[in-house]
């Protein structure tokens, strides 16, 4: 009599590992920051990204993306002396946005005077586990929109906090410290950009 095998599992039904989100986040980010996903969708993937069980979870939030984009690249040697990123941004009556794949220093500066600002944080790469940003908004507003799975912490004088995302985070997830001061302004952080 031939011995019983329980037939293999079919990987689509195969756990994802923490590895496995983190890179299907990363590749949704390069995604978002080429312009192929709308901020709805962005988020949207992201949340599913962040609470996906399975292979086949992660599979489906990639599926019409381009074989170009999909992989993740690794990164190249870091040289000797790399460039460190910008460490403030100043708007004087104007508008200031950031957005797709910049780099974001530990320590980063916000101050806009009478305009507005949008600093989007959801494509970015946060160079240290712990990032702080400082902001001044003088009869202005400034807008961080931070991806979910990214603990923020918020204080300071006129900052809100947009609490969408109601996913638990996984206690090495990466922490913004927004540390505010608004005059006849604000400062709000959210997962989404208000339209």
Do not use: C, N
Not at 48 to 53: H, S
Not at 173 to 188: N, Q
């Amino acid at each position: 009599m031939e011995p019983y095998h329980q037939p293999a599992p079919d990987r689509a039904s195969l756990r994802a590992s923490d590895q496995d989100r983190d890179e299907t986040v990363q590749r949704l980010q390069v995604a978002f920051a080429e312009g192929r996903l709308t901020d709805g969708e962005f988020d949207e993937r992201m949340r599913g990204a962040l609470a996906a069980r399975t292979y086949g979870d992660l599979a489906g939030l990639l599926a019409d993306l381009p074989a170009a984009t999909a992989p993740v690249r690794p990164r190249p040697a870091v040289p000797a002396h790399p460039p460190k990123p910008g460490r403030y941004t100043v708007a004087y009556k104007d508008i200031v946005r950031l957005a797709g794949r910049w780099r974001v220093p530990g320590t980063y500066r916000a101050l806009v005077y009478k305009g507005s600002g949008v600093i989007d944080l959801r494509a970015a790469e946060l160079t240290e586990p712990v990032t702080t940003i400082l902001a001044v908004a003088y009869k202005s507003d400034i807008q961080f929109l931070v991806p979910p799975g990214v603990r923020v912490e918020a204080s300071g004088f006129g900052v809100t906090r947009d609490e969408e995302w109601t996913g638990d985070l996984d206690a090495d997830a990466p922490v913004v410290h927004i540390r505010a001061f608004a005059y006849k302004g604000r400062v709000e952080t959210r997962t989404m950009p208000r339209h």
